[in-house]
T-cell receptor
Framework: DTAVSQTPKYLVTQMGNDKSIKCEQN?????MYWYKQDSKKFLKIMFS???????INETVPNRFSPKSPDKAHLNLHINSLELGDSAVYFC??????????????FGSGTQLSVL | GQQLNQSPQSMFIQEGEDVSMNCTSS?????WLWYKQDPGEGPVLLIA?????ELTSNGRLTAQFGITRKDSFLNISASIPSDVGIYFC????????????FGSGTQLTVLP
């Protein structure tokens, strides 16, 4: 029944490893996002996809690669993890063809800890 | 990117008290929203505002879209323990159909 679900909830890994976070939404929304929340709780957008097409790619290292196999899924793959990547990553979705729909529905987050 | 100044950063209040928090910016926004984040969860939308001067309520919560379109306020009346969490303002810049800009959050603690 969860509208936006992401897995895993917690991810603990060593520096240099490659990891993926998966996200699925069952709301029928056209747009999906990845946000990063740092230790000070600041939320910053990373990527946005509309119907599998990349719309927003903020200044994010190219070690981060989003992949959208269909409009209900947006996964985040991270290569060569660094200590500074430790944060909570949120997937979100919104309705509408363009980025004018501001009502975001968030997943419950993935706590990434890089050791 | 554009910055939203949200204050206060944190609040400790007694149960039953009213709470006010606000967001300001030097830029004009078309839309203001208020989200709440419970511990271990993602933010959840509380109120959305679309017109300057608009005042909207959701239960004990009331939010206003500032006349200048550069600020917004959220009030919580008669606080209860489950109001604990982080409250975020977010805005959508005028002239841009792009992503939301989030404030830095207000951590609310309600003491019994």
């Amino acid at each position: 029944d969860t509208a936006v679900s992401q897995t895993p909830k917690y991810l603990v890994t060593q520096m240099g490893n490659d990891k993926s976070i998966k996200c699925e939404q069952n709301l029928g929304h056209d747009t999906m996002y990845w946000y990063k929340q740092d230790s000070k709780k600041f939320l910053k957008i990373m990527f946005s996809y509309n119907n599998k097409e990349l719309i927003i790619n903020e200044t994010v290292p190219n070690r981060f690669s989003p992949k959208s196999p269909d409009k209900a899924h947006l996964n985040l793959h991270i290569n060569s993890l660094e200590l500074g990547d430790s944060a909570v990553y949120f997937c979100a979705s919104s309705q509408g063809q363009r980025l004018t729909n501001e009502k975001l529905f968030f997943g419950s987050g993935t706590q990434l800890s890089v050791l | 990117g554009q910055q939203l100044n949200q204050s206060p950063q944190s609040m400790f209040i007694q149960e039953g008290e009213d709470v006010s928090m606000n967001c300001t910016s030097s830029s004009i926004f078309n839309t203001w929203l208020w989200y709440k984040q419970d511990p271990g969860e993602g933010p959840v939308l509380l109120i959305a505002l679309y017109k300057a001067g608009e005042l909207t309520s959701n239960g004990r919560l009331t939010a206003q879209f500032g006349i200048t379109r550069k600020d917004s306020f959220l009030n919580i009346s008669a606080s209860i323990p489950s109001d604990v969490g982080i409250y975020f303002c977010a805005g959508q810049l005028a002239g841009s159909a792009r992503q939301l800009t989030f404030g830095s959050g207000t951590q609310l603690t309600v003491l019994p």
